[in-house]
């Protein structure tokens, strides 16, 4: 392996500071999130009462779910949802 | 079972393949730090920029992890993704698709910050004790004093075993058994 010196394995540990902690989290949290949003969309399919509260007011229904209703988990339900 | 922070990238992938939450955290906390730079560093978005293309990153990770050929190729392959996705939403907010958009010296820093996980790597090796000391001072910016407090030891020791951390780390570069030997102080 290359040798490096002192400072220059000093600089290289500085290039990767860590990035804020919520971001992380989102991340980790994707396939939860994703699983939810996937199980809402297949009961909005078999439930009129349960599609009209999610085209009615996404967010709050998303949020009623236990679906944190960020920008893109909106955007995806809109697209999904056909709004 | 051997745990997810001990894993090779090819073992953790094939992990979050077949849906092991547990995997999915530590590919995200591994490579995480990795985008980030990519995003302020190689492309110098803005923190709420760097934020839109973190969160697609993974996303995309998420959604196409299962059309990845070579498990163990895993780290160009989230690079070249985190590239590509930094140059989509650059293009996506400029009028002319065709203009250049990456800036001047980019491959120089991404081939830097390869670099810089590569070190990471060879870091995850050392002693926990040194890891966190390493990664405090060098990654964190955190003052002697604001370690000393952390870590519970004399502000005046800090430097010496940040000192012996770095030879540690040095030697493990060169030789990785180096850096199954314990550190003191």
Same mark, same amino acid.
């Given at each position: ?23 992380? %989290?989102?991340?980790?949290?994707? &396939? =939860?999130?994703? *699983? /939810? ?27 009623? %779910?236990?679906?944190?209703?960020? &920008? =893109?988990?909106? *955007? /995806? ?7 | ?185």
């Amino acid at each position: 392996m290359t040798n490096y010196d002192i400072e220059s394995l000093a600089r290289l540990i500085g290039a990767l500071p860590p990035p804020p902690l919520g971001w992380v %989290s989102a991340a980790q949290e994707l &396939p =939860r999130v994703r *699983a /939810e949003l996937d199980d809402l969309i297949v009961r909005a399919e078999g439930d009129a009462q349960l599609r009209a509260r999610l085209v009615a007011d996404l967010e709050s229904a998303l949020a009623e %779910s236990g679906i944190s209703p960020t &920008p =893109r988990i909106l *955007a /995806e339900a809109r697209l999904r949802l056909e709004l | 079972m051997q745990g997810s922070t001990d894993l090779t990238d090819k073992a953790l992938v094939a992990r979050c393949r077949s849906g092991d939450d547990d995997a999915w955290n530590e590919l995200v906390a591994r490579f995480s730090r990795y985008v980030y730079a990519i995003c302020v560093q190689g492309f110098r978005f803005s923190s709420e920029d760097a934020e839109d293309v973190f969160q697609d990153v993974f996303t995309k990770v998420y959604q196409q992890l299962g059309r990845l050929r070579d498990d163990a190729a895993f780290r160009p392959w989230i690079g070249q993704l985190t590239r590509r996705t930094c140059v989509d939403h650059l293009r996506s907010s400029r009028e002319d698709a065709a203009e250049q958009v990456e800036p001047p010296g980019v491959d120089d820093r991404l081939g830097e910050l390869d670099e810089a996980l590569t070190v990471r790597e060879v870091m995850a090796t050392l002693p926990e004790s040194c890891q966190e000391i390493l990664d405090r001072f060098f990654a964190r910016d955190e003052s002697y004093k604001t370690i000393g407090e952390a870590l519970d030891l004399p502000p005046g020791t800090i430097a010496s075993r940040i000192s012996r951390c770095l030879e540690k780390l040095k030697a493990a570069m060169e030789d990785p058994d180096a850096s199954s030997r314990p550190v003191d102080g």
